[in-house]
């Protein structure tokens, strides 16, 4: 299953560079304000080291890499939310990923203009967020006026959602984030269902230019600190520019190597992304097929099955799981089996990151 991200940011923040970096999808990148008009939606193959290791036992399949989707919305200038500039109308786009990306302008330059004069980490961060509970405030307000009414009648179900949105709005109204809460696992599906924008977790990228990390960036890492939030560097046009000059891997790698860059942003962004949403990646080498596959950790063995194919939940029988290290140790499943080194695992087996499993279904 795809990981769904969504960037948003101020005007000329670099959303739309940092989206090309990402998914070398090509979305216009102008100096001025909203020039992103239509959502930009692409998808990315995840750069995944392990994945290339295990395909090299088996290289007559075919390698299938997870993918992130990510949604590209135009900048968010303070008023947003009751109108001004072009993100409201945006907002509903982002409502259904996953985690948000918060790209920070950590650069200046004369030439690309900046909304409120000159990059203030705090105060550029600080107008989105305010854009992003204004918008939390209209919908729950809204959903609280349609409960409302069924809970006058007596409707049970309806006073305990009317009761857990005046939670939720409460603290919006005090400023805070609706993910600073915490919630039981009753309130789960009802949060999902709502799905508000600051329920949702947040990993702050740092936009710089070619000269890489500087005091706006790590503002911003301080910052993220101070929040509980992820953060990362990016060097977003110098990436964007590579990944469009050099669409070969391998190639762009090098070139990366020379700016002073170990991995590409996606790598980075994919593995602090990932440890923010607490998902882990297990991998099947079943048929044509050598795959990597992304669930939450602490998922059980029959559920990891259901991401291929749901009929593994309800029919699971064991599966058959290998350690990466120890199959590429010995070089073959086969090796591994007669080594002993396969371990079969029930129903309550929870999957590992980096585990090899084959799923028996009756």
């Given at each position: 299953?795809?990981?769904?991200?969504?960037?948003?940011?101020?005007?000329?923040?670099?959303?739309?560079?940092?989206?090309?970096?990402?998914?070398?999808?090509?979305?216009?990148?102008?100096?001025y304000p909203?020039?992103?008009?239509?959502?930009?939606?692409?998808?990315?193959?995840?750069?995944?080291?392990?994945?290339?290791?295990?395909?090299?036992?088996?290289?007559?399949?075919?390698?299938?890499?997870?993918?992130?989707?990510?949604?590209?919305?135009?900048?968010?200038?303070?008023?947003?939310?009751?109108?001004?500039?072009?993100?409201?109308?945006?907002?509903?786009?982002?409502?259904?990923?996953?985690?948000?990306?918060?790209?920070?302008?950590?650069?200046?330059?004369?030439?690309?203009?900046?909304?409120?004069?000159?990059?203030?980490?705090?105060?550029?961060?600080?107008?989105?967020?305010?854009?992003?509970?204004?918008?939390?405030?209209?919908?729950?307000?809204?959903?609280r006026e349609?409960?409302?009414?069924?809970?006058?009648?007596?409707?049970?179900?309806?006073?305990?959602?009317?009761?857990?949105?005046?939670?939720?709005?409460?603290?919006?109204?005090?400023?805070?984030?609706?993910?600073?809460?915490?919630?039981?696992?009753?309130?789960?599906?009802?949060?999902?269902?709502?799905?508000?924008?600051?329920?949702?977790?947040?990993?702050?990228?740092?936009?710089?230019?070619?000269?890489?990390?500087?005091?706006?960036?790590?503002?911003?890492?301080?910052?993220?600190?101070?929040?509980?939030?992820?953060?990362?560097?990016?060097?977003?046009?110098?990436?964007?520019?590579?990944?469009?000059?050099?669409?070969?891997?391998?190639?762009?790698?090098?070139?990366?190597?020379?700016?002073?860059?170990?991995?590409?942003a996606l790598?980075?962004?994919?593995?602090?992304?990932?440890?923010?949403?607490?998902?882990?990646?297990?991998?099947?080498?079943?048929?044509?097929?050598?795959?990597?596959?992304?669930?939450?950790?602490?998922?059980?063995?029959?559920?990891?099955?259901?991401?291929?194919?749901?009929?593994?939940?309800?029919?699971?029988?064991?599966?058959?799981?290998?350690?990466?290290?120890?199959?590429?140790?010995?070089?073959?499943?086969?090796?591994?089996?007669?080594?002993?080194?396969?371990?079969?695992?029930?129903?309550?087996?929870?999957?590992?990151?980096?585990?090899?499993?084959?799923?028996?279904?009756?």
């Amino acid at each position: 299953m795809s990981r769904s991200f969504g960037l948003v940011g101020l005007p000329n923040a670099g959303k739309s560079t940092i989206f090309n970096a990402l998914t070398l999808a090509g979305a216009k990148v102008e100096a001025y304000p909203f020039c992103t008009i239509e959502p930009h939606h692409g998808v990315a193959a995840v750069p995944d080291e392990r994945l290339d290791r295990l395909h090299h036992l088996f290289p007559n399949k075919k390698k299938v890499p997870t993918t992130i989707e990510v949604v590209d919305i135009a900048g968010l200038v303070e008023g947003a939310s009751q109108g001004e500039g072009l993100g409201n109308q945006f907002l509903a786009e982002i409502r259904g990923v996953e985690a948000i990306l918060h790209v920070v302008r950590c650069f200046s330059d004369p030439d690309i203009a900046h909304p409120m004069g000159e990059p203030d980490v705090r105060r550029d961060v600080a107008v989105v967020e305010g854009e992003l509970l204004a918008k939390d405030k209209e919908t729950l307000g809204r959903r609280r006026e349609r409960s409302a009414k069924a809970a006058r009648t007596g409707d049970k179900s309806a006073q305990e959602e009317v009761a857990f949105l005046d939670r939720l709005l409460a603290t919006v109204k005090e400023g805070k984030p609706i993910r600073a809460l915490q919630f039981s696992s009753h309130d789960q599906p009802l949060l999902r269902e709502l799905a508000p924008l600051t329920a949702k977790p947040v990993l702050f990228v740092a936009n710089v230019g070619d000269d890489g990390e500087n005091d706006l960036a790590r503002a911003l890492a301080a910052l993220a600190q101070e929040n509980g939030a992820g953060w990362i560097v990016i060097r977003g046009r110098l990436e964007a520019e590579l990944g469009e000059a050099c669409p070969d891997e391998r190639e762009r790698q090098a070139f990366l190597r020379e700016y002073g860059l170990a991995e590409s942003a996606l790598v980075r962004l994919v593995a602090e992304a990932y440890r923010l949403l607490s998902v882990i990646t297990f991998y099947t080498v079943e048929g044509p097929e050598v795959r990597a596959w992304t669930v939450p950790a602490g998922t059980r063995a029959p559920d990891a099955g259901a991401a291929i194919h749901t009929d593994f939940r309800d029919r699971f029988v064991l599966a058959e799981v290998m350690h990466l290290p120890d199959l590429l140790a010995t070089g073959s499943e086969r090796a591994l089996r007669e080594a002993g080194k396969i371990h079969r695992a029930g129903r309550d087996y929870i999957v590992q990151d980096g585990d090899v499993i084959h799923f028996i279904s009756a």
